[in-house]
Nanobody
Framework: QVQLVQSGGGLVQAGGSLRLSCTVSDTAFSLYAMGWYRQTPGKQRELVAL???????TYADSVKDRFTISRDNAKNTVYLQMNDLKPEDTAVYYCHNRRGVFEYWGQGTQVTVSS
């Protein structure tokens, strides 16, 4: 069973920064794309950022130029560096890994940005 364990998050003032981490339990990590999603109450989970096995990245328009996704294959870990945070970034953030028909989620971490 693949496990995704998240760390980071918390409370920060607008304009501040946070970094999220997600460590995957198996060594096949480098073969797959990893994503960060976020969800607020009453809304669908939305993709924030994606990093492919090649290292290429995709971002939601709302976070471009503020968030950076990266990966360290030696540590089986994906990161989300969040800068210039805004109150609208407040959400529960989840890391995600899809392997064919299977998909795996981290446990979620709350990010709260105060104005």
């Amino acid at each position: 069973q693949v496990q995704l364990v998240q760390s980071g998050g918390g409370l920060v003032q607008a304009g501040g920064s946070l970094r999220l981490s997600c460590t995957v339990s198996d060594t096949a990590f480098s073969l797959y794309a990893m994503g960060w999603y976020r969800q607020t109450p009453g809304k669908q989970r939305e993709l924030v950022a994606l990093i492919r096995s090649s290292g290429s990245t995709t971002y939601a328009d709302s976070v471009k130029d503020r968030f950076t996704i990266s990966r360290d294959n030696a540590k089986n870990t994906v990161y989300l560096q969040m800068n210039d945070l805004k109150p609208e970034d407040t959400a529960v953030y989840y890391c995600h890994n899809r392997r064919g028909v299977f998909e795996y989620w981290g446990q979620g971490t709350q990010v709260t940005v105060s104005s």
